[in-house]
């Protein structure tokens, strides 16, 4: 479902509000932009679920002309070894999740669960 900055994901029992602005930031500044932009709930099992559904959810956003979902995207999770400095990323393409220094620039999308 389109708003009017934004879509919505439902499946499996989950309904996910994704920004269609994809950023490339570092990770402290794709949190902040998340918060400032409606999101919070970039959890690796919400990046995962837009994984899953890739291609349907492109196959939406192409009809109405809007960026795609693909490559790697910052989840808001800290990497378990080297907390401070890592955090995870899922590549959308796939769900492949891998972690990485806070300190590189990725893509983010808000999300938020409703």
Same mark, same amino acid.
């Given at each position: ?5 934004? #879509?919505?994901?439902? %499946? ?66 800290? %990497? ?18 891998? #972690? ?15």
């Amino acid at each position: 479902t389109a708003e009017e900055n934004s #879509f919505i994901v439902e %499946a499996e029992g989950k309904k996910l509000r994704v920004s269609f602005e994809e950023k490339n930031l570092n990770w402290k500044d794709a949190q902040k932009w998340c918060k400032e932009n409606g999101g919070g709930d970039e959890s690796v099992d919400n990046l995962r679920l837009l994984a899953k559904y890739r291609e349907s959810i492109n196959n939406e956003l192409e009809a109405l002309g809007k960026e795609t979902l693909g490559g790697w995207i910052w989840s808001n999770e800290r %990497a378990y070894i080297n907390p401070s400095n890592c955090a995870f990323v899922v590549f959308l393409n796939y769900g492949y999740v891998n #972690f990485i220094s806070q300190s590189i620039d990725y893509y983010v999308r808000s999300v938020s669960a409703l």
